[in-house]
């Protein structure tokens, strides 16, 4: 069974509303980490967003926000006020079993297209 | 957060050959992770490398074809051997830090093979 799973290959949004990017989990662990990284097409993985299975609040980064659903097993991305250097592949990624030294397992990515 | 580079940044190379890849960090981090990134496609982990012990290999990758290398907490290096078109990716190199939950990955080395 997938692990993560973004069902989104392709999303578009006009500069300067807001888009939401979906990714659902897997896991039977406790304690686990939720990432969101963008990669432009230069190749280089940035990171956004952390949440951790035990964190009450949703995490914020800017204009970054991760809606984390921890009943429905979902931690998708929120991005206010979309801006045309915000087009690139977003990919959503989990670390399982408690913090530290794990790897992460990744989704499939989201090509997002901010249009002016 | 950690500042990471590697080097090349991309090469192309021929049927047969090696490519080794580095990975600079500017602190000391305990792991450093190697990733690949296949056309089009999402990543895998190769392996971890610890330093002073040998890597730990996902399953589909073997150390005869990706030896690693860790001499130090801030150096570590990632040979992709006897290469094939197949073996066209991105490859990352990514630590984290101890007391933070995140990894950082470096600029990435992109590699065509003809």
């Known amino acids: 069974a997938q692990k993560i799973t973004q069902t989104q290959p392709g999303m578009f949004v006009q500069e300067k509303e807001a888009v939401t990017l979906d990714c659902t989990y897997d896991t039977s662990d406790q304690s686990y980490g939720l990432f969101w990284y963008k990669q432009p097409s230069s190749g280089e993985m940035i990171f956004l967003i952390y949440q951790g299975s035990y964190d009450e609040q949703n995490a914020t980064e800017g204009r970054y926000s991760l809606n984390f659903q921890k009943a429905r097993k979902s931690a998708n991305l929120v991005i206010s006020a979309s801006q045309l250097g915000d087009s690139a592949m977003y990919f959503c990624a989990m670390r399982e079993g408690g913090t530290g030294f794990q790897k992460l397992v990744f989704g499939t990515g989201t090509r997002l297209l901010v249009s002016p | 957060s950690a500042v990471i580079s590697q080097k090349p940044s991309r090469d192309i190379c021929q049927r047969g050959t090696s490519l080794t890849i580095q990975c600079q960090v500017d602190?000391?981090?305990?792991?450093m992770f190697w990733y690949r990134q296949q056309p089009g496609q999402s990543l895998t982990l190769i392996a971890t490398a610890n330093q002073g012990s040998e890597a730990t290999y996902e399953s589909g990758f073997v150390i005869d074809k990706f030896p690693i290398s860790r001499p130090n907490l801030t150096f570590s290096t990632l040979t992709v051997s006897n290469m094939s078109p197949e073996d066209s990716s991105i490859y990352l190199c990514s630590v984290e830090q101890a007391y933070t939950d995140t990894q950082y990955f470096g600029p990435g080395t992109r590699l065509t093979v003809l």
């Open positions: 602190s000391q981090v305990t792991m």
